[in-house]
């Protein structure tokens, strides 16, 4: 019992401290809210399909990139895939590097898009680890007995 | 020494004589130069002497004589010729001078008298002007008896005071023995003794008016003197042995409010007077004089004007107390009136609440009865309590809406609503009707008319639907046509609608709707009075169907709160009639959009947080957001499709799903997808609501939802409490478009 007390709050904590430091925001709350008896994987659900979706976008951008002459309009398009993805979960710190990435689209900037580029990518990677972490946590707990409060 | 014209010497014989005239001339001498010197004096001393050559010469007249007289002195014994010589010259210039003087004094001595004269005559003058003067200082005096007089006189208005003062002054200034005023009975035909001076108590002598001497004062407007012994001057036994004193009568108009116009002095003929009589002390020897005459005409007239003056205060004083009276009436009757008032809105507005209340329980547990399983009889019964409750509550409710727009105190709201489906409601409320009487209904809304419209939304719904209902409710056979569109100016100058003057305007519309029926019709000269309360066409080929006939009078009020008009025309018995209104209607714009409050509503009685089988279809191309939108209304309850692309949501979408949500964004083309749907559903009344989805917040993307056709625009995000808020307001308003 102690151990499913002390995994819970550990669990707690750590979401806190995700939304802390920015990297989700209140539209994750709302899709943890949508979770119920009908729909009980749906918060991973969606989080599984957006990991998806960003691999392939990251994917397309960087070929576009890589591209000797580059099609900004398709750039913006999936740039702007990834942000509606991204705000849809709640990924709060990609979706305003898609914001800029945007902008930079916009004003055909390749040095700044390569920039904008990178740093989503390395976003993605930390936001993604954390929420496997997170998702890996809840499992203990509900492995364990526990129930996950939302 | 020969011949020489000296006086010869005399013989001096007698000394005594020389010594004497020795002496005599050298006194006269003296005199005569000590005169000049005194002349030369006084004059010098009076500045006024007008003739000092005159004097001159008389001086030097005088010198000479003197120095002749002087040098005489020396001719009395032997003398030189020189002496002579100066004696001669001496006496040749004296005679000289004094001939001038002579001649000089011709012109003067009657210049002298003269003044003399001119002197007497001022003197008369003089002594004529002081007696002037003392006739003037009389006059002044009396004058300022009159004025002192008239400000007694007209320092009071008090009717009494004024004329007691007036005898008592005029007996004091002028000395009269006795002084009475006669004033004239209320028949007029008799003058009563009303007032006098020494007397306290007069008896009431009365004279009548009809006599000589009073005619005679009367018509003239001068004091008249009249003998003592008429009967108005014969006011107590005189004891006196001599002849009593002279009498004096002048007349004094009496004048009354209602003899003064605005602008004329009354006439002559309508004047009253009355006769004031002046006597002088018996046994003085006075005798009236003219200035006294005057006095007494002038007090005469001053008395008449403060007696009009007193009249007129009297007068002015009733009728204030008159108003006084009457507006204090008035206070009370208004005080009153607005018990009346309020009492009567206490009671409306009690009734309001008290009628409805129980009307509404009634309706609604005879709805839910009707649900339940009954028999045959039960479901008859039933049904007619339901349909007479839904009578009695719309005839509390036409009664309550017809009392507050008589009152004024109705106010239409204005509120954006959808014209398009207003209609369809109407449409739908009427079919079952219609259908059960085998009439038939065809409805023609213009094109061109919007979709959005500002106005009071249940008003228009319900004259459009009195107005329909009447239709079907008068046709038995036939068909009922309902159109609707867009009044153009040109229609408004209508023979049939003259007092009709809209003001058009960008922000305003005119909505025309006619309805025509092939029903009873009504009788041409009826048409007036159909729109009277309470007064119902008594055809006699209609049994009178239900109904207070109050229907029509509401929708003529409405329709003239909304500033418009309303009209109907009818060809006869059984030729069906057309009902048209005209209606003004706001535009809406951008700034005219209503905010949503985006709390959760509170279930009312339309919108409910169940949205159980709700069928609504999600078109994304973005999967994650589809995923979310769906998981959010699954959560909800709906029961939810999804597409991704606009072909499939073409392919997918159905009359069977209620809303649409697809979310505009550059990829899916929205707008397009928004017109196709449109199209798609164009002949059917209900097409589902489009919503956009977006997290564009740009105005135009607005606009654009706007422009296509779209029922609603949210905004991403949505968190659950925004979907359940938003499915509520679209599901009960049919439209919601979140501010930007």
Same mark, same amino acid.
């Given at each position: 019992?102690?151990?499913?007390?002390?995994?819970?709050?550990?669990?707690?904590?750590?979401?806190?401290?995700?939304?802390?430091?920015?990297?989700?925001?209140?539209?994750?709350?709302?899709?943890?809210?949508?979770?119920?008896?009908?729909? =009980?994987?749906?918060?991973?659900?969606?989080?599984?399909?957006?990991?998806?979706?960003?691999?392939?976008?990251?994917?397309?951008?960087?070929?576009?990139?890589?591209? =000797?002459?580059?099609?900004? @309009?398709?750039?913006?398009?999936?740039?702007?895939?990834? @942000?509606?993805?991204?705000?849809?979960?709640?990924?709060?710190?990609?979706?305003?590097?898609?914001?800029?990435?945007?902008?930079?689209?916009?004003?055909?900037?390749?040095?700044?898009?390569?920039?904008?580029?990178?740093?989503?990518?390395?976003?993605?990677?930390?936001?993604?680890?954390?929420?496997?972490?997170?998702?890996?946590?809840?499992?203990?707990?509900?492995?364990?007995?526990?129930?996950?409060?939302? | 020494?020969?011949?020489?014209?000296?006086?010869?010497?005399?013989?001096?014989?007698?000394?005594?004589?020389?010594?004497?005239?020795?002496?005599?001339?050298?006194?006269?001498?003296?005199?005569?130069?000590?005169?000049?010197?005194?002349?030369?004096?006084?004059?010098?001393?009076?500045?006024?002497?007008?003739? *000092?050559?005159?004097?001159?010469?008389?001086?030097?007249?005088?010198?000479?004589?003197?120095?002749?007289?002087?040098?005489?002195?020396?001719? +009395?014994?032997?003398?030189?010729?020189?002496?002579?010589?100066?004696?001669?010259?001496?006496?040749?210039?004296?005679?000289?001078? %004094?001939?001038?003087?002579?001649?000089?004094?011709?012109?003067?001595?009657?210049?002298?008298?003269?003044?003399?004269? *001119?002197?007497?005559?001022?003197?008369?003058?003089?002594?004529?002007?002081?007696?002037?003067?003392?006739?003037?200082?009389?006059?002044?005096?009396?004058?300022?008896?009159?004025?002192?007089?008239?400000?007694?006189?007209?320092?009071?208005?008090?009717?009494?005071?004024?004329?007691?003062?007036?005898?008592?002054?005029?007996?004091?200034?002028?000395?009269?023995?006795?002084?009475?005023?006669?004033?004239?009975?209320?028949?007029?035909?008799?003058? $009563?003794?009303?007032?006098?001076?020494?007397?306290?108590?007069?008896?009431?002598?009365?004279?009548?008016?009809?006599?000589?001497?009073?005619? &005679?004062?009367?018509?003239?407007?001068?004091?008249?003197?009249?003998?003592?012994?008429?009967?108005?001057?014969?006011?107590?036994?005189?004891?006196?042995?001599?002849?009593?004193?002279?009498?004096?009568?002048?007349?004094?108009?009496?004048?009354?409010?209602?003899?003064?116009?605005?602008?004329?002095?009354?006439?002559?003929?309508?004047?009253?007077?009355?006769?004031?009589?002046?006597?002088?002390?018996?046994?003085?020897?006075?005798?009236?004089?003219?200035?006294?005459?005057?006095?007494?005409?002038?007090?005469?007239?001053?008395?008449?004007?403060?007696?009009?003056?007193?009249?007129?205060?009297?007068?002015?004083?009733?009728?204030?107390?008159?108003?006084?009276?009457?507006?204090?009436?008035?206070?009370?009757?208004?005080?009153?009136?607005?018990?009346?008032?309020?009492?009567?809105?206490? +009671?409306?507005?009690?009734?309001?609440?008290?009628?409805?209340?129980?009307?509404?329980?009634?309706?609604?547990?005879?709805?839910?009865? &009707?649900?339940?399983?009954?028999?045959?009889? $039960?479901?008859?019964?039933?049904?007619?309590?339901?349909?007479?409750?839904?009578?009695?509550?719309?005839?509390?409710?036409?009664?309550?809406?017809?009392?507050?727009?008589?009152?004024?105190?109705?106010?239409?709201?204005?509120?954006?609503?959808?014209?398009?489906?207003?209609?369809?409601?109407?449409?739908?409320?009427?079919?079952?009707?219609?259908?059960?009487?085998?009439?038939?209904?065809?409805?023609?809304?213009?094109?061109?008319?919007?979709?959005?419209?500002? /106005?009071?939304?249940?008003?228009?719904?319900? !004259?459009?639907?009195?107005?329909?209902?009447?239709?079907?409710?008068?046709?038995?056979?036939?068909?009922?046509?309902?159109?609707?569109?867009?009044?153009?100016?040109?229609?408004?100058?209508?023979?049939?609608?003259?007092?009709?003057?809209?003001?058009?305007?960008?922000?305003? +519309?005119?909505?025309?709707?006619?309805?025509?029926?092939?029903?009873?019709?009504?009788?041409?000269?009826?048409?007036?009075?159909?729109?009277?309360? +309470?007064? &119902?066409?008594?055809?006699?080929?209609?049994?009178?169907?239900?109904? %207070?006939?109050?229907?029509?009078?509401?929708?003529? *009020?409405?329709?003239?709160?909304?500033?418009?008009?309303?009209?109907?025309? %009818?060809?006869?018995? /059984?030729? #069906?009639?057309?009902?048209?209104?005209?209606?003004?209607?706001?535009?809406?714009?951008?700034?005219?959009?209503?905010?949503?409050?985006?709390?959760?509503?509170?279930?009312?009685?339309?919108?409910?947080?169940?949205?159980?089988?709700?069928?609504?279809?999600?078109?994304?191309?973005?999967?994650?957001?589809? !995923?979310?939108?769906?998981?959010?209304?699954?959560?909800? /309850?709906?029961?939810?499709?999804?597409?991704?692309?606009?072909?499939?949501?073409?392919?997918?979408?159905?009359?069977?799903?209620?809303?649409?949500?697809?979310?505009?964004?550059? /990829?899916?083309?929205?707008?397009?997808?928004?017109?196709?749907?449109?199209?798609?559903?164009?002949?059917? $009344?209900?097409?589902?609501?489009?919503?956009?989805?977006?997290?564009?917040?740009?105005?135009?993307?607005?606009?654009?939802?706007?422009?296509?056709?779209?029922?609603?625009?949210?905004?991403?995000?949505?968190?659950?409490?925004?979907?359940? #808020?938003?499915? %509520?307001?679209?599901?009960?308003?049919?439209?919601?478009?979140?501010?930007?």
């Amino acid at each position: 019992m102690d151990g499913i007390v002390q995994l819970e709050r550990q669990l707690v904590d750590y979401t806190a401290s995700l939304f802390h430091e920015g990297f989700l925001d209140d539209q994750f709350n709302q899709l943890q809210q949508l979770q119920d008896e009908s729909n =009980p994987d749906f918060v991973v659900e969606v989080v599984t399909l957006f990991f998806e979706d960003a691999d392939r976008l990251l994917n397309e951008l960087t070929k576009a990139l890589g591209q =000797p002459s580059i099609d900004f @309009k398709r750039l913006d398009a999936h740039v702007h895939q990834l @942000k509606g993805s991204s705000s849809s979960i709640g990924a709060q710190r990609i979706h305003r590097v898609c914001i800029s990435f945007r902008n930079t689209c916009e004003e055909q900037n390749v040095e700044g898009c390569l920039k904008n580029l990178q740093q989503v990518k390395h976003e993605y990677s930390l936001v993604k680890s954390k929420l496997e972490t997170l998702f890996r946590m809840e499992q203990q707990i509900l492995a364990a007995g526990g129930s996950v409060s939302r | 020494m020969e011949s020489c014209n000296c006086i010869d010497p005399q013989v001096p014989a007698d000394d005594l004589l020389m010594k004497y005239q020795y002496i005599s001339d050298f006194f006269i001498a003296l005199a005569y130069f000590s005169i000049p010197l005194e002349l030369i004096y006084f004059v010098k001393k009076s500045a006024v002497f007008p003739y *000092r050559w005159v004097l001159v010469q008389f001086g030097a007249f005088i010198v000479l004589c003197g120095a002749t007289h002087l040098i005489n002195l020396w001719t +009395f014994r032997i003398h030189s010729r020189t002496v002579a010589v100066v004696m001669t010259t001496a006496k040749v210039l004296t005679a000289v001078v %004094s001939c001038a003087t002579a001649l000089m004094l011709v012109h003067i001595i009657p210049d002298l008298l003269s003044v003399k004269t *001119r002197e007497l005559f001022l003197k008369n003058k003089a002594a004529e002007l002081d007696r002037e003067m003392g006739l003037i200082r009389t006059q002044e005096e009396t004058g300022r008896h009159v004025r002192m007089l008239t400000h007694e006189i007209r320092s009071t208005l008090d009717r009494h005071t004024i004329l007691k003062t007036t005898l008592v002054e005029l007996g004091r200034t002028l000395a009269l023995e006795e002084c009475a005023l006669w004033m004239p009975t209320r028949t007029g035909l008799e003058l $009563q003794l009303s007032y006098t001076l020494r007397q306290q108590n007069p008896v009431g002598y009365t004279v009548p008016i009809h006599l000589p001497v009073i005619n &005679q004062v009367f018509s003239s407007n001068r004091a008249v003197k009249i003998s003592p012994n008429c009967p108005v001057a014969r006011l107590r036994p005189y004891a006196g042995k001599y002849m009593p004193g002279a009498v004096v009568a002048v007349r004094v108009p009496l004048l009354h409010l209602s003899n003064f116009q605005i602008y004329d002095w009354p006439e002559v003929s309508t004047r009253s007077y009355a006769l004031m009589v002046l006597m002088l002390p018996s046994d003085s020897a006075r005798q009236w004089h003219v200035h006294e005459l005057e006095l007494v005409e002038v007090v005469a007239d001053q008395v008449a004007v403060a007696l009009s003056h007193a009249a007129i205060l009297e007068e002015s004083m009733r009728a204030r107390d008159q108003l006084m009276e009457q507006n204090v009436a008035l206070d009370l009757a208004r005080r009153e009136a607005e018990t009346a008032i309020r009492a009567r809105n206490d +009671f409306l507005a009690v009734m309001n609440h008290e009628m409805r209340t129980p009307m509404h329980a009634v309706i609604a547990l005879s709805s839910l009865l &009707q649900e339940t399983d009954l028999t045959a009889e $039960q479901r008859l019964m039933v049904e007619t309590i339901l349909k007479s409750s839904n009578l009695l509550a719309t005839l509390i409710n036409d009664v309550l809406d017809l009392s507050r727009l008589e009152d004024g105190s109705l106010q239409l709201e204005a509120t954006t609503f959808n014209l398009h489906s207003l209609f369809r409601e109407v449409l739908n409320l009427i079919k079952p009707v219609a259908s059960v009487k085998k009439l038939s209904l065809t409805s023609h809304i213009a094109s061109d008319l919007p979709m959005y419209a500002i /106005g009071d939304e249940k008003r228009l719904m319900q !004259t459009i639907l009195n107005v329909v209902g009447n239709a079907v409710k008068f046709s038995k056979e036939g068909c009922i046509s309902i159109s609707a569109f867009v009044a153009k100016p040109e229609s408004f100058r209508d023979a049939r609608i003259p007092d009709f003057l809209p003001v058009l305007s960008d922000n305003h +519309f005119y909505l025309r709707v006619q309805v025509k029926d092939s029903g009873s019709g009504i009788n041409p000269q009826d048409i007036p009075k159909i729109f009277t309360k +309470f007064a &119902q066409n008594q055809s006699l080929t209609t049994r009178n169907p239900a109904g %207070s006939g109050l229907g029509l009078a509401i929708c003529r *009020r409405f329709v003239n709160l909304m500033e418009g008009h309303i009209w109907v025309e %009818s060809e006869g018995i /059984g030729k #069906g009639c057309t009902v048209t209104f005209i209606v003004k209607l706001g535009i809406p714009d951008r700034s005219n959009e209503f905010k949503l409050p985006f709390v959760p509503k509170v279930p009312g009685n339309h919108g409910s947080t169940n949205f159980a089988g709700l069928k609504v279809l999600v078109t994304d191309d973005n999967g994650v957001s589809r !995923t979310v939108t769906k998981g959010l209304l699954m959560h909800l /309850g709906c029961d939810v499709t999804t597409a991704s692309s606009s072909e499939e949501c073409l392919r997918v979408v159905s009359l069977e799903h209620e809303v649409v949500f697809m979310d505009v964004c550059a /990829g899916l083309d929205g707008y397009e997808l928004a017109i196709r749907i449109h199209e798609k559903f164009t002949k059917h $009344q209900d097409r589902p609501l489009i919503v956009a989805l977006t997290g564009n917040t740009k105005k135009v993307t607005k606009e654009n939802c706007m422009r296509v056709g779209m029922d609603g625009l949210i905004l991403k995000p949505v968190s659950v409490d925004k979907m359940r #808020g938003v499915l %509520s307001e679209l599901l009960e308003r049919r439209v919601l478009f979140e501010t930007v």
